[in-house]
């Protein structure tokens, strides 16, 4: 076959079987969100005499997570790191650095957001659900009593497999509302000729943590745009937000190629708060660069790759020594938008279902520390070296079984 006729054939298979994907894939790294830098200020600085104090360099505040000391700001595009190299030596700086973007990071670059068809039947029998022993394991716990932060595109509140379960105070992050609606805005955001891409990415995540975990509550948190993309800022701004409520388990399927301190500070806080934080980490499958938060793994971030049906690494997985778990995450089928079901891949699609476990152990035995949840997920996990060679050592405890982690002792 020629790469025309391949290109054909492709293009053909796309529309007819109306593949998804979530946001394409930049090649390079996460860049500078223009205009923005984000500045934590030492304990007693005030935020409005310090942008006074740089009225010059027409720095504005935008948004402020006060608790935090942390504060966005708004600079003249181009000038951010010249910015913040100079306020970086200002005493009342605690650190400071560009913002930077993030994303959903799906494998499938330059489709639109387009799941392919599926149904209820296939959502409760798949594959993935009895690899992980997932109805088993819910013999012993259903997650009840656990709320679970879904830190994504939204979801769609009225779909009939999620409305049970939508727990109270959700967050909209792009728009400082209420409304987690998990729609399109109608606009190119990342500017790759495409609308909307990301649509339905949080339905879907939101659906495997529901299927994993029946009668736990998703709180959702809207930090992805409709083409799948947000920023530093935001990610830890609905990081907090969970933290001060209390919130025990956060799911992040999106991260950035960017190291931060806001970042690796938030993850900070959310163990020493007892959340367990549980990310995918991405679609390109290299073990460089990594993403963040899933790269923090040797803080105790869960980092979770993808694996298919015969337990080998999905092709299009991420892999490394900063990985924790794999789970499935090819041809995986949850929830969309529509009361509809549809099937898709990606590390974001296996990340939920060790969140679900995690939920579900934490029901079981409600006193369990972050460290214990993650042990009992890795030393549960099923040995797939055999079935991997080459990648010994890149692919965390193994492939995740939900029933061996809850019975263990």
């Known amino acids: ?167 109270p105070g959700g967050w909209n992050f792009i728009d400082n509302n209420a409304d987690i609606s998990d729609v399109g805005d109608g606009i190119d955001n990342d500017g790759d000729d495409l609308i909307d891409e990301a649509v339905g990415h949080g339905t879907m995540v939101a659906g495997l943590i529901r299927r994993t975990a029946p009668a736990a509550r998703i709180l959702p948190l809207k930090v992805l745009d409709s083409d799948g993309f947000t920023t530093t800022f935001r990610m830890v701004e609905a990081m907090y937000y969970a933290i001060d409520r209390g919130v025990p388990i956060i799911n992040m399927s999106l991260g950035t190629t960017q190291e931060t301190f806001v970042i690796e500070e938030a993850v900070l806080e959310a163990l020493a708060a007892r959340t367990l934080i549980i990310a995918c980490t991405g679609n390109e499958d290299t073990a460089s660069p990594v993403r963040y938060p899933s790269a923090l793994s040797h803080l105790g971030v869960v980092a979770v790759s993808a694996t298919d049906r015969f337990d080998r690494r999905a092709d299009f997985s991420n892999f490394g020594e900063h990985v924790s778990i794999c789970a499935p995450g090819e041809a995986i ?24 476990t995690a939920a579900i152990l934490l029901s079981a035995r409600p006193q369990s520390s972050p460290e214990e949840i993650r042990r009992r997920l890795y030393l549960g996990a099923k040995d797939i070296r055999d079935r991997n060679p080459g990648y010994e050592g890149f692919l965390g405890a193994g492939r995740l079984d939900a029933l061996v982690a809850l019975r263990m002792r």
């Open 1 to 167: 076959m020629t790469r025309l006729e391949y290109f054909f054939v492709r293009l053909s298979a796309i529309i007819a079987c109306l593949a998804i994907c979530a946001s394409s894939l930049a090649d390079d790294d996460d860049e500078i969100v223009p205009g923005q830098v984000i500045v934590k200020l030492v304990q007693g600085a005030q935020i409005t005499e310090f942008v006074e104090r740089y009225a010059q360099y027409q720095v504005e505040l935008l948004e402020a997570i006060a608790s935090r000391r942390t504060f966005l700001l708004g600079v003249p595009e181009g000038d951010e790191e010249e910015f913040v190299d100079i306020i970086i030596h200002d005493p009342d700086v605690d650190r400071a650095e560009p913002c930077y973007t993030g994303q959903d990071v799906n494998p499938d670059p330059g489709t639109q957001s387009i799941f392919v068809a599926s149904t209820r039947s296939a959502y409760l029998t798949q594959y993935a659900v009895g690899l992980t022993r997932m109805d088993q394991a819910q013999n012993y716990s259903r997650g009840q009593g656990v709320i679970v932060a879904v830190l994504d595109s939204g979801l769609d509140r009225h779909h009939f497999a999620l409305a049970p379960v939508i727990a």
């Open 333 to 356: 089928t949850s929830t969309v938008p529509g009361n509809r079901f549809g099937r898709a891949r990606g590390t974001s699609f296996a990340a939920p279902m060790v969140t679900g």
